[in-house]
């Protein structure tokens, strides 16, 4: 059952599954995924580790929601961008903006994905690699209209370099909620993408 329809048919079991993704982030961010048990999981919710398995069949799936479910928010986030964008340029300031916002608000998932993406299961490993190829591609894409001479290989490594500069975030800005710290990693990632 997909997660919007689910949360059409069972409102507080759906809340309930988001509650446990949001302490697993959390938890997995601060200790690593092989560092939270089950049990653990299932507290930080108000609930018994097992009454977790009700929402989730194995904490490898717990994993696997997250990371999928975040690679399939950023693709899509970033697709609607670019297709309420007017050019390329806003375009590329509105992906900007989007990941960077995502990186100031989704540091336990960026911490999650950089040390426990080797610890999903083949099938959503494939799924997250999957998506984040395409999403690398709407920002190809953008770059390429707004400048004609760079090629695909080089708009990917632009793009690549700009994920390095605002996902290294979690990792050294401290003063997340100071709106100048927002603006200046807008303006850095700009500057390298236009470089």
């Known amino acids: 059952m997909s997660s919007v329809l689910s949360h059409l048919r069972d409102p507080a079991g759906a809340a309930r599954r ?28 108000g609930v018994s ?15 696997g929601e997250l990371l999928v479910g975040v690679s399939r928010e950023l693709l899509v986030g970033g697709t609607l961008v670019v297709e309420r964008a007017r050019g ?18 989704g540091a336990d998932l960026i911490r999650v994905q950089d040390r426990d993406l080797a610890n999903l299961s083949a099938s959503p490993a494939h799924q997250v690699r999957t998506l984040q190829r395409e999403y690398v ?33 979690p990792h050294s800005a401290t003063a997340s909620a100071d709106p100048r710290v927002a603006a200046l990693l ?8 236009t470089a």
Not at 186 to 193: I, P, Y
């Open 49 to 63: 580790g097992p009454a977790v398995y009700k929402h989730f069949a194995s904490k490898d799936a717990v994993l």
């Open 88 to 105: 390329a340029r806003r375009a590329l300031e509105g992906l900007v903006a989007f990941h960077t916002d995502f990186a100031l608000v």
């Open 137 to 169: 591609e709407v920002w190809v894409d953008v770059l390429g209209r707004g400048r004609p001479r760079v090629a695909p290989a080089e708009a990917r490594v632009r793009a690549h370099a700009v994920f390095g500069l605002l996902n290294s975030t």
């Open 18 to 45: 988001d509650q446990i993704l949001a302490a697993a982030a959390h938890l997995f961010a601060a200790r690593g995924f092989h560092g939270v048990t089950i049990e653990e999981l299932g507290e930080a919710v």
């Open 186 to 193: 807008r303006r850095m990632a700009l500057a390298a993408l």
